[in-house]
Nanobody, 119 residues
C-alpha cells in the first residue's frame, strides 16, 4: 500500500526550530524520491526538498533526512521566519535514483500539515 502521512506542524515563533515528519509506506527509496512541498497563503505550491537513498537536495535553510528503520522522512527548518508559514506536504515520485532538483513533479501526495510562524 502506498501511503504518505505528514506530521509535526503547528505554531512556532520566529527564530524557532521545526521538524516535520513524513511516514512512508510502499515506496523504495533506492529508486523512488520522497519530496517536500509547501504552499504559503496566496502563493503557488513550491518544492523545497527531495531525498532518495542516494542523497538529498534541498532549498535554502531546509534540511531533509530519513530514518530507514522508522520508514520516516524528515524536514528540518531552523530559524523559521513568518514567510515559512503555509501547508507543508510530503510527496513521492517513482523512478528517481538521485534528486537532481528539489522541485519536481510528484505522483503521490500526503494530506499536508499546517505550519504557522507567528509571534
Amino acid at each position: 500500500q502506498l501511503q504518505l502521512a505528514e506530521s509535526g506542524g503547528g505554531f512556532v515563533q520566529p527564530g524557532g526550530f521545526l521538524n516535520l515528519s513524513c511516514s512512508v509506506s510502499g515506496f523504495n527509496l533506492d529508486y523512488d524520491a520522497i519530496l517536500w512541498f509547501r504552499q504559503a497563503p496566496g502563493k503557488e505550491r513550491e518544492g523545497v526538498a527531495c531525498i532518495t537513498e542516494n542523497g538529498g537536495n534541498m532549498k535554502g535553510r531546509f534540511f531533509v533526512s530519513k530514518d530507514d528503520t522508522k520508514n520516516t522522512v524528515y524536514l528540518e527548518i531552523p530559524d523559521v521566519e513568518p514567510e515559512d508559514t503555509g501547508v507543508y506536504y510530503c510527496a513521492a515520485r517513482r523512478g528517481v535514483y538521485r534528486c537532481d532538483s528539489y522541485d519536481m513533479a510528484a505522483d503521490y501526495w500526503g494530506k499536508g500539515t499546517l505550519v504557522i510562524v507567528s509571534s
